[in-house]
């Protein structure tokens, strides 16, 4: 059975500053994708960037950036130049080739203060 | 703009009732999924639907039911609501295939019940 873990269930940041949420997965799979949602306190969940797990170079997509370790199966997520509308909770969530189901961590409460 | 309106923001039900959460998608997508939202537990998996009138069972699917009839309705059904169902629900759906990986997710229906 397939596993996400997200170890850190809150953390801050002050604004402009760089923060890296942490993310571990359990698979035997080897063709998978791993994504980062992000869930503003409007509740609307909204894909922020995926992985690929057979591509070797580590997505980005603009201030956001993840550290892919396969080996090691894990999947941080960086988000650099912080700012106030990044508070939300972020879930790391991962997805087998063979299925379209989502499997969830328990999230990371992000909180950016001035 | 892509759409998934679940019926409600907010509910509120007495123990024993019958419940609907209703979900549409405008996409023309083939897989719609019903998750529950709780804290320290992320998103878990109740039902999927893969097709019309197809459907499978996730994670937790017990006291839960589902229905669909047409390819962007999809419904949960608590048959006898309890309050240990009282949590957040999120409706997903999303294509098939790996040309096209995210899901897309509705507002979410907070539901208690008293």
């Known amino acids: 059975a397939q596993t996400v873990t997200q170890s850190q269930p809150e953390m801050s940041v002050q604004e402009a500053e760089t923060v890296t949420l942490s993310c571990t997965y359990d698979?035997?799979?080897?063709?998978?994708?791993l994504f980062w949602y992000k869930q503003p306190p409007s509740r609307q969940m909204i894909l922020v960037i995926r992985q690929e797990a057979y591509k070797q170079q580590n997505a980005t997509e603009n201030r956001f950036s993840v550290n892919f370790q396969k080996a090691a199966k894990s999947f941080s997520l960086k988000i650099s130049d912080s700012q106030l509308g990044d508070t939300a909770m972020y879930f790391c969530?991962?997805?087998?080739?063979?299925?379209?189901?989502?499997?969830f961590g328990t999230g990371t409460r992000l909180q950016v203060f001035p | 703009d892509v759409k998934v309106t679940q019926s409600s923001r907010y509910l509120v039900k007495r123990t024993g009732e019958k419940v609907f959460l209703e979900c549409v998608q405008d996409m023309d997508h083939e897989n719609m999924f019903w998750y529950r939202q709780d804290p320290g537990l992320g998103l878990r998996l109740i039902y999927f639907?893969?097709?019309?009138?197809?459907?499978e069972k996730g994670d937790i699917p017990e006291g839960y039911s589902v229905s669909r009839e047409k390819k962007e309705r999809f419904s949960l059904i608590l048959e006898s609501a309890s309050t240990n169902q009282t949590s957040m629900y999120l409706c997903?759906?999303?294509?098939?295939?790996?040309?096209?990986?995210?899901?897309?997710f509705g507002q979410g229906t907070r539901l208690t019940v008293v």
């Open positions: 639907s893969y097709d019309v009138k197809m459907k």
């Open positions: 698979t035997s799979e080897s063709n998978y994708y």
């Open positions: 969530a991962f997805m087998t080739y063979n299925t379209d189901k989502l499997i």
């Open positions: 997903a759906s999303k294509t098939v295939g790996r040309s096209n990986t995210e899901a897309f």
